[in-house]
């Protein structure tokens, strides 16, 4: 019987098990945390804050779990096309409203997380396996199996590493004789505070979400609908300008965003409960796909590989992608074919991401002429965007990973973006 080892109950760790259930006889999801109903989770702390999934992120996961989108909608989960029913601002101007053909999921992380954890489960084989957590690795050349902290052992021909951004799989890998994956990193630290409030249908002009960017110098947050007609509020700030939790503050905070659209719902809506505080320090990249010869049985996934500033809300999108990118793998996936593949899936997200927080000289990190050029020649799309209906639906699907950022390059795209980008 061919077993696979799912080590993360995280969005990743799930969509990995689903695909795996196509090639295993049995698929075992080891969490460390406890699992009860819709709720957020400790093992995602994140779970209490705003949470984007991209269009191209809601295509796959809609691929693997047919129905999915509208059976969340049936739960009380709004959709809304990305610009309207939406407003999105960049550096303090509104992007053009105008058809995307991008559907916007409104669904909080616990609701998404539970329904595609119903639906693992529901897939042959798949077991999970909670208050459990893995502290080692066992085999040599080739893992064949993890130990668990309370020293059991599973056996396996795959053990995939879900486990986030806290991954213990360098240090597993160093002590079985295998190389460390190099790391990148880019710190933004950036700090976040949340709360929900009742919603109102005139809210927002009866607007279902409005997203206004952070940037140095530009504080920025949103608020979008969730199920239960609530809103859920997140304020954010860059390089240690952290939003406070303090009630009181925390609205006085909202009142210094560029645009008033927030504030507004914090001012006017009834509050569901006290703010709550994020900080995260910076992305970060795991180079696993320049190890040599990464050992076989053994494939690390997610947040585990790369963690990127959540102000772009590319995480569970890429790693859809990177389940993809092991389906294509499957039966028998080869380390080196599988972490090539995902590279070239996170070096999209990450050159976007990075390459924008690069554009402020208090965010450290490697700079270069072309990327200076791109950082330019991005600051004048956004405010293209702003004007021009062509350019805010290209910009907003590379925004979605539905097409490449290429697609802001062609003659068209940057005739509009230089014609109608300047202050």
Not at 56 to 79: F, S, V
Not at 92 to 103: A, D, I, K, Q
Not at 255 to 281: C, K, M, Q, S
Request: glycine fraction near 10%; hydrophobic fraction near 40%; aromatic fraction near 6%.
């Amino acid at each position: 019987m061919r077993q696979a080892v799912v080590l993360g109950a995280s969005i990743a760790g799930l969509l990995s098990a689903r695909v795996l259930s196509e090639a295993y006889d049995r698929v075992l999801i080891v969490e460390r945390d406890e699992i009860a109903g819709v709720a957020p989770r400790r093992g995602v702390p994140q779970a209490r804050h705003l949470h984007g999934l991209m269009e191209r992120g809601r295509q796959i996961i809609e691929e693997l779990y047919p129905g999915l989108t509208a059976d969340l909608a049936g739960q009380g989960a709004p959709t809304t096309e990305v610009l309207q029913e939406s407003r999105w601002y960049l550096s303090g101007l509104r992007v053009r409203p105008t058809s995307t053909g991008l559907t916007t999921l409104l669904a909080g992380r616990p609701l998404l997380e539970s329904a595609i954890r119903e639906r693992t489960l529901a897939s042959p084989g798949v077991e999970l396996r909670t208050r459990r957590a893995a502290a080692g690795l066992i085999g040599g050349e080739r893992i064949t199996g993890v130990r668990l902290s309370d020293g059991t052992e599973l056996g396996a021909e795959l053990v995939v590493d879900a486990t986030g951004r806290g991954s213990r799989a360098p240090e597993w890998l160093a002590g079985l004789g295998h190389a460390r994956p190099q790391e990148e990193r880019i710190d933004v630290d950036l700090g976040y505070s949340s709360r929900t409030y009742r919603r109102k249908p005139e809210h927002l002009d009866g607007d279902l979400a409005v997203v206004v960017s952070t940037t140095p110098g530009f504080r920025g947050g949103g608020a979008i609908t969730l199920e239960g007609d609530r809103w859920h509020v997140t304020l954010a700030g860059m390089l240690g300008d952290h939003p406070p939790s303090d009630p009181a503050a925390f609205e006085a905070f909202a009142a210094t965003l560029p645009v008033p659209d927030v504030y507004d719902i914090v001012r006017e809506a009834e509050p569901l409960d006290d703010p709550v505080p994020h900080r995260f320090r910076g992305s970060l990249r795991r180079r696993y796909d320049k190890i040599s010869r990464p050992p076989r049985g053994f494939l690390v996934i997610g947040d585990a590989v790369s963690s990127f500033n959540p102000l772009y809300a590319q995480g569970m999108t890429v790693a859809a992608q990177q389940a993809l990118a092991l389906r294509e793998c499957l039966p028998h996936p080869d380390p080196v074919r599988f972490y090539r593949a995902t590279a070239a899936v996170i070096d999209v997200a990450w050159q976007m991401s990075t390459g924008s927080d690069l554009r402020y000289p208090g965010v450290a990190g490697p700079r270069t002429p072309r990327s200076r050029i791109v950082g330019a020649y991005a600051a004048r799309a956004r405010v293209a965007a702003h004007r021009d209906p062509v350019v805010a639906r290209t910009l907003m699907r590379t925004t979605n990973l539905t097409i490449p950022p290429a697609s802001l390059l062609t003659p068209d795209i940057v005739w509009r973006v230089l014609a109608r980008g300047g202050q």
